[in-house]
Structures are given as structure tokens and as C-alpha cells.
């Protein structure tokens, strides 16, 4: 080793590894040139080392041990060789000065809060070889602005983004099928929208948990939403969950005051404590027929935590059989604080007929004018006669039956509130 001036540190030639803790707290050290044969920097080998303005890495490095570079806050600008495979736990944590960075196309691995509140990152730019992010990986890197997540990528763990409220653009790959990890893009309040890829199954807990800035939300082919998982994302407005969506977690969206419109697939099976709770934007409301449970609370838990308690603006429900009977749960409990427990109560599936259920859009509301009112009752009056014929020939299944478009059915149903329709006909 060899130093040129007391602010330049110019590694020895034939260097292959830079010990643990060799340099740790020497805020003296300027510029760091290391030679070419270095092949690994050990743990703690800079940490502290804050003035730190230019660092030059070699072709041969191959991994960057934990700690190696933390507290080094006066980096720039970090280009890292296209020789290195993997970068350790909190490697550059805190390195808040770090604007410019460049990762290689070997890297595979990011380690646990490697990037840790690194504020000054704008664009990151994650490279095609990239298969994992450890956990808090990038938390708090407040400015990072558009995220690129690589089609490589099988794992993110927990708080991998968590608090990066920069960033606006989010570009998911198609390849991913998890995101598995807890917390993952909690409090990214800038993102506005998110487009999950086809492929992807599950959402981890809390994984868009306050990012209050989302407008467009689109949930691609989901099985499972986790706990929490976008509580508090206050900017959805319109929500459509997809036909595969089987679980919904608690309090999944507690707290989504915007959302007005929801759609529940009618292959859902489960629906948490608390998953829709305080969605003061709701107002109607279509539950799957076959839903087996849905979140009223239990023995142990003191609080109510029903699945749509304090829903205050929620007058409109129709329900299972066995939950507008309170078989399945308590409606009590589960509607806590709705109106409509102060209104007409559940409306059970057995009440509508199955083309009217089918095609009963929860969006309806009263803005039709008299005119359009009365060409929805000139129509009606013909659907009434078709369930007549149905039901007349119910026995003749050679029989043909006719029956209104089901296009013609949405423009009616756009026209006329749903809950008016019920006396128009027995």
C-alpha cells in the first residue's frame, strides 16, 4: 500500500483482497484508488470513511462484503465493475450523496440494506441478471424517481422500497409471480400507477401499504391480496378485482376513502377482518354467492373488526343467503356502523333473479333524467315478459327463450338505482 498524498489512498499493486476494517473511520481519505487485481473488499474496510469524494473500482472485483462502504457520504457518483456478482448487507447504507449509479450486468444479488436511505438516487436502473433484493434493500431512498425491476428478478424482501415516496413510475415484470416479501413498496406514496403482470399469484402483506398517490390500480390474474396490503391508498378510486382473486386478507384496504366502485369475483372465497373497513366511498355493494367467510372478528379479539365496518356511506348490499340470515356471520358485526343495517337490511341472492344478480352493475345511482326513466320501464316491462315465458316453459328445454342483449342490460341498469327496480315487479 501506498499513499501519494494524505487525502489520496492508492492500494498496493498485487492486492487481491482489501481486509475487514482496514481503513474504517478514516474521514481523511479523499480519493480511493484500488489496482487491478483486487478480487473482494472485506467488511467494515470504509465504513465511516465520510469523505470519500471519488472511488475507482477495479475490472476484477467480484463482491463487496457487508458494511464494506457504509457511512461514506460524500460519494458521488458509484459505477460499479461489470466483474461483480454480488453486493452484501449494508454495504453503501447511508451513503446519502450517491446520485450516480451504475450497476453491471454480472450482479445478481443486492443484500440486505445495502442502498439503505440513500436519498440522492434519482433513476434506478436494476440490471437484466439481477435474481434477488434483500430486505430493505433501498428503504428510504426518498429519491428515486422511476424503478425498472428486471425480468430476471424471483425474489424482493421485506421493505426492499419501503418509504421511497419519489417514485412515480413502477414497471413490474411479466416473469414475476410474488411479491412475496412484507412491506415491499410500504409508504411509496408517489407511485400513481400500478400494473400487476398476469403472471403474478400473490401480494405480501402491507406490499403497497399507504402509497396514498395511486389512481390506477390494476390486479392482473391475483389469487391472494395479503394483510394490509394496500391499506390506507386513499387515491383508488374505481376497484376491479380479477375472477382468479380467491383471498382477500385483513384490512387489505382499510382505509381506501375513494374507492365508489367495486366488483368482487364470484369465485372469492374469503374475505378478512377489517379488509374494507372505513371505505367511506362505498356505497353499493355485490357479494359473491358462494363466499364461504368473511371477517366479523373472533371470541379473543376485543375490538369489532368487520370486514366493511364504518363504511358510512354503504346503504346497498346484496348477500349471500346464509349471511343476510346471519348464519354464516354476524351482520351486526360485519356492517358495523353502515346504513344499511339502518335501512332494509341484507338482500339476499334468492330475492333477484340470476339475469338481473348477473348483470346488476353497483354503480347505478338516480342521475337519469324522466325521460330515460321511462324508456328503462318501457323496457322492463318486456323482461318481465321473458321471465314469464321462462318460467312457463322452465320443463321445455327445446324451447327457445329469448332474452335481452346483455349490452342493451347495462345501458337499463346505468339508468335506474337497482334497489328501484325491486318495485317494479314482484
Not at 492500494?11 to 480519493?31: F, H, P
Not at 436494476?126 to 426518498?142: E, I, N, W
Not at 342493451?408 to 327496480?421: A, G, K, M
Request: one cysteine or more; a neutral charge.
Amino acid at each position: 500500500m501506498a499513499e501519494a498524498a494524505p487525502w489520496r489512498l492508492v492500494v498496493a499493486d498485487g492486492t487481491t483482497k482489501i481486509a475487514a476494517k482496514a481503513y474504517e473511520g478514516r474521514t481523511d481519505i479523499k480519493e480511493v484508488v484500488l489496482p487491478a487485481s483486487v478480487v473482494s473488499i472485506g467488511t467494515f474496510a470504509f465504513w465511516g470513511c465520510s469523505g470519500i469524494v471519488k472511488l475507482r473500482l477495479p475490472g476484477t472485483l467480484r463482491s463487496i462484503d457487508d458494511n464494506a462502504f457504509r457511512g461514506c457520504t460524500g460519494i458521488v457518483a458509484l459505477h460499479l465493475p461489470d466483474t461483480l456478482r454480488s453486493i452484501g448487507s449494508r454495504a453503501f447504507m447511508g451513503c446519502k450523496g450517491i446520485v450516480d449509479l451504475h450497476f453491471p450486468d454480472t450482479l445478481q444479488s443486492i443484500g440486505n440494506s445495502a442502498f439503505f436511505q440513500c436519498s440522492g438516487i434519482v433513476h434506478l436502473h436494476l440490471p437484466d441478471t439481477l435474481q434477488s433484493v434483500g430486505h430493505s434493500a433501498f428503504s428510504r431512498c426518498t429519491g428515486i424517481v422511476d424503478l425498472h425491476l428486471p425480468d430476471t428478478l424471483r425474489s424482493m424482501g421485506d421493505s426492499a422500497f419501503r418509504g421511497c415516496s419519489g417514485i412515480v413510475g413502477l414497471h413490474l415484470p411479466d416473469t414475476l409471480h410474488a411479491i412475496g416479501g412484507e412491506d415491499v413498496f410500504y409508504g411509496c406514496a408517489g407511485i400513481v400507477e400500478v400494473h400487476l403482470p398476469d403472471t403474478l399469484q400473490s401480494v405480501g402483506d402491507g406490499a403497497f401499504c399507504g402509497c396514498t398517490g395511486i389512481v390506477d390500480l390494476r390486479l392482473g390474474r391475483l389469487r391472494s391480496v395479503g394483510h394490509y396490503a394496500f391499506k390506507g391508498c386513499t387515491g383508488i378510486g374505481h376497484l376491479f378485482l380479477p375472477d382468479t382473486l380467491q383471498f382477500l386478507g385483513n384490512a387489505a384496504f382499510f382505509g381506501c376513502t375513494g374507492i365508489a366502485n367495486l366488483r368482487l369475483p364470484g369465485r372469492l372465497q374469503s374475505i378478512g377482518d377489517n379488509t374494507f373497513a372505513d371505505c367511506t366511498g362505498l356505497a353499493a355493494l355485490v357479494l359473491p354467492q358462494d363466499l364461504a367467510s368473511i371477517g366479523q372478528g373472533s371470541a379473543h379479539v376485543g375490538a369489532v373488526v368487520g370486514a366493511f365496518k364504518g363504511c358510512a356511506s354503504l346503504a346497498r348490499v346484496l348477500a349471500p343467503d346464509t349471511l343476510a340470515r346471519g348464519e354464516a356471520a354476524d351482520p351486526t358485526k360485519v356492517f358495523m356502523g353502515c346504513p344499511v343495517l339502518a335501512g332494509g337490511g341484507l338482500t339476499p341472492h334468492s330475492a333477484v333473479s340470476p339475469l338481473r344478480r348477473t348483470l346488476w352493475h353497483q354503480t347505478m345511482h338516480a342521475w337519469c333524467t324522466a325521460g330515460q326513466r321511462r324508456c328503462v320501464l318501457a323496457v322492463l316491462v318486456v323482461e318481465l315478459r321473458v321471465d314469464a315465458l321462462a318460467e312457463a316453459q322452465a320443463q321445455d328445454t327445446a324451447a327457445p327463450l329469448r332474452s335481452l342483449p346483455c349490452e342493451l342490460w347495462l345501458v337499463i341498469l346505468q339508468c335506474i338505482p337497482r334497489h328501484s327496480l325491486g318495485r317494479l315487479w314482484p
